[in-house]
């Protein structure tokens, strides 16, 4: 999918910020993988090398959902200023661009349901964005700026 630039101090507070060593990046690595997991997204043979605020992932997606899902939580993570996405995906699907998901950066002031009326033009279908980012949303109020948000297409 590519290299995905993030905003390096805004997201979830994991590990440190400081002078990187290989044995730091190795736990930088742990540390995602904990986040992964536990946010039940699964990923076949997940490899994950660290360097610095850079993440690089490896492995197998069950769908492009996952995947996205995937590189969304990484990305959002305190320290991480990119994500080079070298995930693949078991099932293949067809999708044209214009059927795959967006990204959003949120701004200050932004809601899950101004950011539906900007790509959807309907505040209502904020459901529809807060669904695309669970596990990593636990609530349609808790997002920040800086943070990285799927923005699915509609499905009629």
Not at 34 to 39: N, V
Not at 69 to 78: E, P, R
Not at 128 to 146: C, Q, R, T
């Amino acid at each position: 999918m590519g290299i995905f630039s993030f905003i390096k101090n805004a997201g979830a507070a994991v590990f440190g910020i400081g002078k990187t060593t290989e044995e730091e990046n190795a736990e930088k690595s742990n540390q995602l993988r904990e986040i992964i997991t536990g946010l039940n997204l699964e990923i076949k043979d997940l490899g994950i090398e660290v360097d610095d605020d850079a993440v690089k992932l490896t492995g197998e997606a069950a769908d492009i959902a996952t995947k996205e899902k995937v590189v969304i939580a990484v990305g959002n993570t305190n320290g991480v200023s990119s994500v080079d996405d070298s995930l693949t995906v078991a099932e293949i699907e067809v999708i044209e661009e214009a059927a795959m998901a967006q990204f959003h950066t949120v701004e200050s002031g932004d809601t899950l349901g101004k950011i539906a009326k900007n790509y959807y033009g309907n505040a209502m279908k904020y459901p529809v964005i807060f669904e695309a980012n669970k596990p990593m949303l636990s609530h349609p109020d808790k997002i920040y700026p800086g943070q990285v948000l799927r923005i699915p297409p509609l499905v009629d």
